[in-house]
């Protein structure tokens, strides 16, 4: 059974009753009876309270492709959750209905209740390997999601999250002993489209993409391109560059925009774009760059010898030639978490 209420970490009381949360880099002082900008996380007579734990609002069985995680266990299957809420404001959010709903809902938060044996039992019964904290935002979930990932890592499952990369030190720093892969959404090269578009900062998440990669999680990386907003060279270039400082390695996926939600005047993104976006990756020395909603540019080639190492139909995997984590025309070791 879950409780009614769950008591909340990575926080500290503060005067006159209020608490400081320090799980996200917005680091929210808040006061009494007052609510974290992710809008989830109460302070309820100075204790600060998850308001979501165990309240999952979206579970699937996805390809791990869809993550989009391309070098972790390549073809598998993904059991993945949400619970609602985030700590962005993106006006283009393809999942607004949920990630924004604490902001617009009223009453107690949505879900259906399930303790963390319950992820566990139904990614298994699934054949899954391993599990996904995804499609709103996971570090505002994060209590339920690391004991839900203890308990899969004891299972035998792998645990990845998608997310924004907008958390503190201390949480990535946690998350390292149970997350085995993330995919994070680096949005642009400016701290002014984060500040206007996501209500939020660019450093904190270049400093989550290099702590995870220094820590040992398996990084990938999306960049949503939005006409006009963040897809100038320049600005492309710029992301490309602080990747290729963390690793070569790190895969970029370069995903193209469609209009949702608040930005519906916005044109989806040309294809030459996502052409011209892949170029600028791979000129910086980027070795892994793979387009994002468009049809093609998703294969694995391996950089020693341009064999396709691992090819991509759709949402799944068509054919690999890997030999475990090497090519299996050159042999060359390639960077893929295989099972």
Known sequence: MLPQTHKADFWRPADEGAVDCFLCAHRCHIPAAGRGVCKVRENRDGTLISLVYGRVIANHVDPIEKKPLFHFLPGSRAYSIA??????????????????????????????????????????????????????????????????????????????????????????????????????????????????????????????????????????????????????????????????????????????????????????????TIEKALAIGRKAGLRFVYAGNIVGMQDTVCPSCGVTVIERRGMGVSRTRLRGTHCEACGAELPIVVE
């Not at 002993?177 to 900062?201: H, I, M, P, Q």
């Not at 990669?213 to 963040?230: D, F, K, Y």
């Not at 602080?242 to 070569?248: E, K, Q, R, T």
Request: glycine fraction near 6%; aromatic fraction near 10%.
């Open 83 to 272: 619970t609602v809420g985030c700590n962005f404001q993106c006006g283009f959010c393809q999942n607004w209905q949920i990630s924004q709903w604490p902001r617009s809902g009223a009453g107690e938060m949505p879900g259906q209740p399930m303790t963390p044996e319950d992820v566990v039992q139904e990614a298994r019964r699934a054949a899954c390997l391993s599990i996904s904290y995804t499609y709103t935002e996971p570090t505002i979930f994060y209590e339920y999601a690391r004991a839900t990932g203890v308990l899969a890592r004891e299972a035998g499952l792998r645990n990845t999250f998608v997310t924004n990369g907008f958390m503190t030190d201390e949480v990535v720093e946690d998350a390292a002993g149970w997350l085995d892969g993330a995919n994070v959404d680096l949005k642009a090269a400016t701290e002014d489209f984060y500040r206007t578009v996501c209500k939020a900062r660019l450093e904190p998440v270049q400093a989550s993409i290099r702590r995870m990669h220094a820590l040992g999680i398996h990084v990938e990386v999306t960049t949503l391109l939005v006409p006009g907003q963040n897809d100038a060279p320049d600005d492309l270039a710029q992301i490309a560059a602080f990747l290729v400082s963390v690793s070569p390695d790190v895969p970029w996926h370069v995903s193209r925009f469609h209009p949702d939600y608040q930005d519906q005047g916005t044109p989806p993104t040309p294809v030459e």
